[in-house]
């Protein structure tokens, strides 16, 4: 089989639709999606459990911008992730390979290579097709084009609706979405590059892409874990910032305590970046915390809500103890 032109993603985080987190047995009993297959799990520094991979099939159009005939068969593989108990994850991923000829075969073919697409159209030069095959997810997928938002989706909602969890989460929260593409950056001189090139940009509220060109083959492995590793972390800020602009809204009769101390018993101590990342794709972390500077912007958030319930506690006793005089 050829070596990958791209590997696109897409991961859909979300609170687990839980009161409590769950423990190391829990996970693993809420991940075994396929029967026979182990959940992997791990402890430290930070509880995580993976479920095992499904593979969806698919035969479509790959989103392009050169709008190309580009018909893909083969198949997506997506996998469920629950980090620390209490934050849930879908995760969907496929590589793009070029088919070795144009003539369509049995699924038994493609099933045995979970997780790969086989483009049946030639499209151009391998640099040229997977700058082609990555904007063209990332900025032109439409309803005719391979959806792996559809595939995470579904996944994600498989598992919060499990009849175990009891649909009474202590913080209310949305969920995000971040697509993602990597490819093998161009040779420079005919020497592979010394560093990943990454991109990461907000889209909208929910939405955030990524674009990695990593030195080698062998690096792309790392991708979609690194991928599942900034997503979380950038739901994490996202929440925060949403609750904390929430209570700044004058509510009559409404306690904002009451909605921001369980972020800090819930959540707070899930911030631990780069803890699941690739040791290859571990700097990419020391950039973002550059740039924007996620733990910047996160222990300003966490100092902010610290501040904000020491006020509402004063605030609590001033009003206890007034009331004891007139009683």
């Known amino acids: 089989m050829s070596d990958p032109l791209v590997l696109l993603g897409e991961v859909r985080t979300a609170l687990l639709p839980n009161s409590g987190g769950l423990a190391a047995r829990e996970a693993s009993a809420l991940l075994s999606l396929l029967p026979g297959q182990r959940v992997l799990m791990r402890e430290r520094p930070l509880a995580l459990a993976v479920s095992p991979s499904s593979p969806v099939g698919v035969d479509c159009r790959l989103a392009t911008v050169s709008r190309s005939e580009s018909r893909a ?69 439409g309803p005719t084009t391979l959806d792996l938002g559809s595939i995470s989706e579904r996944l994600l909602t498989r598992v919060r609706t499990d009849p175990r969890l009891d649909q009474d989460p202590p913080v209310h929260s949305g969920a995000t979405r971040l697509r993602w593409a990597a490819r093998v950056a161009p040779p420079v001189d005919g020497s592979a590059r010394g560093r990943t090139l990454f991109a990461f940009r907000l889209e909208d509220e929910n939405t955030r892409s990524v674009r990695i060109m990593v030195p080698t083959v062998r690096d792309l492995a790392g991708a979609q874990r690194f991928c599942e590793d900034l997503a979380i972390h950038d739901w994490l800020l996202s929440t925060l910032a949403s609750a904390l602009s929430d209570a700044d809204r004058p509510r009559p009769e409404s306690d904002s305590s009451k909605e921001l101390a369980p972020l800090l018993e819930q959540l707070v101590h899930l911030w631990m970046p780069g803890a699941h990342t690739p040791p290859r794709l571990r700097e990419l972390w020391t950039r973002l915390e550059s740039d924007p500077g996620f733990t910047r912007q996160w222990t300003a958030q966490v100092g902010h809500l610290r501040d904000r319930l020491a006020v509402a506690t004063l605030e609590a006793l001033r009003s206890s103890k007034i009331s004891t005089v007139q009683w």
């Open 73 to 141: 068969i083969g198949t997506v593989a997506a996998h469920a992730v629950l980090v620390g108990g209490r934050v849930l994850q879908s995760s969907a991923c496929s590589s793009v390979v070029r088919a070795a000829d144009q003539h369509r075969r049995p699924w038994s073919h493609y099933l045995t290579r979970a997780g790969t697409v086989e483009l049946v159209h030639r499209i151009g030069d391998d640099t040229s097709t997977a700058v082609d095959l990555t904007e063209g997810f990332l900025e032109g997928s």
